[in-house]
């Protein structure tokens, strides 16, 4: 069983917005802080933010108030919803937490 499992990524145009979904194993879920990263094309993977295991989340100054990370503990399911998003927010972004990570979902911002 894949432990975390990414969807939800796609094109989108400038503006727009996506909400992507990271569906964790219970076990490595319950408890747990839970984030998400990125990478843009040519560069290192980086921090988006975080949520803690009772929904408070943490974010990257780029992102704050564009971004919202949620969880829903009952589903063991992490949300990234992402809105007026713009061409430098294309990358692949993952959902890492308790030293696992997502396989990755391409996120494409561009007219």
């Known amino acids: 069983q894949v432990p975390l499992v990414e969807s939800g990524g796609g094109w989108v145009q400038p503006g727009g917005s996506l909400r992507l979904s990271c569906t964790a194993s219970?076990?490595?879920?319950?408890?747990?802080?839970m984030s998400w990263y990125r990478q843009a094309p040519g560069k290192e993977r980086a921090l988006v933010g975080t949520?803690?295991?009772?929904?408070?989340?943490l974010y990257v100054d780029s992102v704050r108030g564009r971004f919202t990370i949620s969880r829903d503990n009952a589903k063991n399911v992490v949300y990234l919803q992402m809105n007026n998003l713009k061409v430098e927010d294309t990358g692949v972004y993952f959902c890492?937490?308790?030293?696992?990570w997502g396989q990755g979902t391409q996120v494409t911002v561009s007219s």
């Open positions: 949520v803690s295991s009772v929904g408070s989340a």
């Open positions: 890492a937490g308790n030293g696992f």
């Open positions: 219970g076990n490595i879920f319950a408890g747990k802080p």
